[in-house]
């Protein structure tokens, strides 16, 4: 069975639950952070393995101010969320896409 087809503990495929929360990253609530968190996953999510994609998904139940000043640096990132995936979003620079 290929990476893509294997299930998680919940039963879903890992790419019905990378398209899942691609979704969930791009309908959070507050514009600024559907762009910066969508573009993100866009970007990283369909390289993440099971592992990452847990990590991804705590993180999306975060609450969007924490993460914004977690992310511009107004704030010191919490021990308990400074994961590898919390560092790709740090380091991540959103760029507009064409016509958006």
């Known amino acids: 069975m290929s990476d893509e087809n294997t299930l998680?503990?919940?039963?879903?495929?890992?790419?019905?639950r990378r398209k899942r929360l691609r979704f969930r990253s791009w309908?959070?609530?507050?514009?600024?952070?559907d762009l910066l968190i969508g573009s993100f996953a866009?970007?990283?999510?369909?390289d993440f393995d099971h592992a990452q994609l847990d990590r991804y998904e705590a993180l999306l139940e975060l609450s969007d101010p924490d993460l914004y000043n977690w992310y511009a640096g107004?704030?010191?990132l919490p021990a308990e969320h400074d994961t590898d995936v919390m560092q790709l979003l740090t380091k991540f620079r959103y760029?507009?896409?064409q016509g958006s």
């Not at 866009?42 to 369909?46: T, Y």
């Open 95 to 97: 760029t507009p896409r």
């Open 74 to 76: 107004r704030e010191p």
């Open 8 to 16: 998680s503990e919940s039963g879903e495929s890992l790419e019905n």
């Open 27 to 33: 309908h959070r609530g507050m514009r600024e952070m």
């Open 42 to 46: 866009d970007a990283h999510v369909p």
